[in-house]
């Protein structure tokens, strides 16, 4: 089975477009970012484990950084060198699972 390509990366106009529409988001053709506070480390714990579930069904898996109850999510398609639309799209349902 052939290796499926990366999807193109985005623009800097484009990204920022996008971005527009993302409003906890921020960031830049090398990755876009959020952070997000909960009220404790359980509670961030399971905030990861809704992403990862998320993740994995697109296959597109972001980097993390948990520290305490602070979850720091940064997402950036590897393959294509930069932000694509599996990013966006990785963004959008982040943010349909957790508070703002």
């Not at 993740?55 to 980097?63: T, Y």
């Not at 109850?69 to 060198?81: D, I, K, N, P, Q």
């Amino acid at each position: 089975m052939a290796a499926v390509p990366p999807p193109p990366r985005l623009s800097p106009d484009e990204l920022s477009a996008a971005l527009l529409g993302l409003p906890l988001w921020s960031g830049d053709g090398d990755g876009i970012r959020r952070s997000l506070r909960l009220p404790g480390f359980p509670d961030a714990v399971a905030a990861l484990v809704r992403i990862a579930f998320v993740a994995e069904q697109m296959d597109h898996h972001p980097d993390v950084d948990l520290r305490w109850r602070t979850l720091h999510l940064t997402l950036v398609t590897h393959s294509a060198g930069g932000v694509t639309e599996l990013d966006l799209e990785l963004a959008r349902r982040i943010d349909g699972l957790l508070p703002g």
